[in-house]
């Protein structure tokens, strides 16, 4: 998870939560759960984006970081803590910690435009309460906050970051490693850079990323695992193989938003009820479930 | 509130929820709320933006929604409902009913960016819990949805559906009424629309808005019916009086966000205590808290 030793490529796989409109479905949480620990993914990320955290009570969320906590076997988990409000994000870090969290995920989330000030200050606030390490969420897609990487920058000084979940890195090869190599020489070396937007993570573990936190790796391990032991290998392209499987399944993330995706697939691995998003969040259309129908076999063979 | 009679124009005032870490500031809000009771606002609006209703516990809400109605001498008061899940929204909904609101407003709040049919399913499900009156809150800001026109139609159909709450019209007379018109167009006669962003509200209101969804008359009501008044006598422009007044307020608005300024506007006025927003939230910087102490007193007067 959190990478001391750059160029050492590891897979971090974000759990899906599967809920109803009663509850959380723990059975299911745990089963996918179980999938991961027998992967022996390098983590396990819990509570992120993919994890729906937003739309679940703090009460929900400490209940899931422990039942996460209890079955990974020794598998590092990192729980995401970011809230819309700084005393929930303070509490569901206490609880995190207590718990057993190896690692805790901050996105800046927002219903408000937040400043650069305020980003600063939430971080610095929360970072005074942490006995571990902090991985910064960047996700301008869901928190509608912009990271310059001079702010990077400041928080990565700040005691106990670990690591920066980038979105992505520009198409061109060369474009990114100088994105990564940008932000690399504004943090301190024992911070590690994870690329997350799982269409660009061989480009971005290509381009210098330590790790890959993954949402397709939640659902299917194995094929990510090859993905990111290619990248170690330092190849730069997929295999004609796997890109046969992994392109659709990235064009349905990009239509459709990942979480969507990764729900269909597992409730079509049977891993998950039909439904499995809290409304208003709604299953894809029909288009996008055959699609998923014909790409499901080819990531499980 | 739900304007029925196009042309007679209307002030809805919103109300900031002042608050700290430890909870909402009642006698603040209480003081403030009078003000507007005074003043004899057409409605007022508590649980919007501006009043953070996406900050507070559902606890919290159905509080403020008793006080508010407890307080609101019978002028109508409009109760936010949204939030991330429709579950919440459905409880927040039949609280504000049974708690006496006289029209509730909904916005389609997101963390994961939703469809048109997303937000569809969540307004007709809400639709069919409703006994009074509902408001459609276009935000694109805040909640990064951007409804058409087209969606807005197909919604404005719906049996509750009362009024349109829209961010504000272009910058060109011309534009802002075809604008106006367009929409007008396509929703029914009894639909209300309202502007909001308060730079926009004249303009807006000669373009044919029926109404103003006003963040600064929550905290000068008086100064903001006489620009209600204005449009309502058909006049354009504002007096260069009062446009010497409030171009300086949108300026600020612009700048630090119109929750900051009013805020800050509420705490130099000791209506609340000097920080009221809630954290990662922080009061504007010096520069601004200077422009305002400057702006202030001319809004009383």
Same mark, same amino acid.
């Given at each position: 998870?959190?990478? /001391?030793?750059?160029? &050492? ?18 059975? !299911? ?19 992120? *984006? %993919? ?19 209890? /079955? ?12 819309? +409000? ?41 970072? +005074? /309460? ?10 301008? &897609? ?17 005691? /106990? ?15 990114? !490693? ?5 932000? +690399?020489?504004?943090? @301190?070396?024992?911070? =590690?850079?994870?690329? =997350? ?9 290509? !381009? ?5 936190? =993954? ?20 190849? *730069? ?23 969507? &995706?990764?729900?269909?697939? !597992? ?8 439904? =499995?998003?809290?409304? @208003? ?18 990531? %499980?063979?």
């Amino acid at each position: 998870m959190t990478n /001391h030793q750059p160029r &050492v490529k590891e897979l971090s796989a974000f759990m899906l939560t599967p809920m109803n409109e009663s509850g959380v479905d723990e059975k !299911a949480f745990i089963r996918m759960l179980q999938r991961l620990v027998d992967a022996r993914v390098d983590s396990i990320g819990v509570l992120g *984006s %993919t994890g729906s955290y937003g739309y679940l009570t703090l009460q929900a969320r400490k209940r899931i970081t422990k039942l996460a906590l209890e /079955h990974a076997d020794g598998i590092p988990v990192m729980v995401g803590v970011g809230a819309l +409000r700084t005393r929930d994000v303070l509490e569901l870090t206490e609880d995190a910690q207590k718990a057993g969290a190896s690692e805790l995920l901050l996105a800046p989330v927002s219903y408000q435009k937040l400043t650069d000030d305020e980003v600063w200050h939430l971080y610095d606030t929360v970072n +005074r /309460h942490l006995a571990v390490p902090l991985c910064v969420y960047d996700n301008p &897609v869901t928190t509608h906050f912009s990271f310059s990487d001079e702010l990077h920058g400041r928080l990565a000084q700040l005691s /106990h970051i670990a690591s920066i979940k980038i979105p992505g890195v520009p198409d061109d090869a060369a474009a990114a !490693a100088a994105r990564v190599a940008r932000l +690399r020489a504004l943090i @301190p070396p024992t911070v =590690s850079i994870g690329v =997350s937007g799982d269409a660009f993570a061989l480009r971005g573990l290509n !381009a210098g990323c330590d790790l890959w936190y =993954s949402v397709l790796a939640g659902v299917f391990p194995a094929v990510c695992r090859r993905l990111v032991s290619l990248a170690a290998q330092g190849e *730069s392209r997929l295999t004609p193989e796997m890109d046969a499987r992994l392109q659709p399944v990235w064009a349905l993330f990009q239509r459709y938003g990942s979480l969507r &995706v990764v729900a269909e697939m !597992a409730a079509q691995l049977a891993l998950t009820q039909q439904d =499995s998003l809290p409304l @208003p969040l709604r299953r894809i259309d029909s288009e996008g479930v055959a699609a998923v129908k014909a790409i499901v076999p080819l990531l %499980t063979a």
